[in-house]
């Protein structure tokens, strides 16, 4: 199985740029959809961004859409998340989820190996 590991979270001032980076451990990301969720105190888990393990159809929350981006290198075998913008809504702890098979998703429940996550702080 692949077990995913985030880094690089922390804390910025709003409007500032944060990157968070997840990165494979005991097997590559091939074959595989990979998701970032993220998860505010008293909040539900939300979907914020995703894309296959080949870089193709990313796929965006739509209030993150515009200002983050997720990318994928298969040569390191990480996906990045790169934070633009940031705003105090967007304070939670951000885990890197990975799914079998090749279709994308935003349901959390369909992804099979979650990180234990990175908290990113956004102060006003």
């Known amino acids: 199985q692949v077990q995913p590991v985030e880094s690089g979270g922390g804390l910025v001032q709003a409007g500032g740029s944060l990157r968070l980076s997840c990165a494979a451990s005991g097997r590559t990301f091939s074959w595989h959809v990979i998701g970032w969720f993220r998860q505010a105190p008293e909040k539900e888990r939300e979907f914020v961004a995703s894309?296959?393990?080949?870089?193709?159809?990313?796929m965006y929350k739509p209030s993150v859409k515009g200002r983050f981006t997720i990318s994928s290198d298969n040569a390191k075998n990480t996906v990045d998340l790169q934070m633009n913008s940031l705003k105090p809504e967007d304070t939670a702890v951000y885990y890197c989820?990975?799914?079998?098979?090749?279709?994308?998703?935003?349901?959390?429940?369909?992804?099979?190996?979650w990180g234990q996550g990175t908290q990113v702080t956004v102060s006003s």
């Open positions: 894309i296959r393990w080949t870089g193709a159809t990313p």
């Open positions: 989820a990975v799914k079998d098979g090749v279709v994308p998703s935003a349901n959390s429940s369909e992804y099979n190996y």
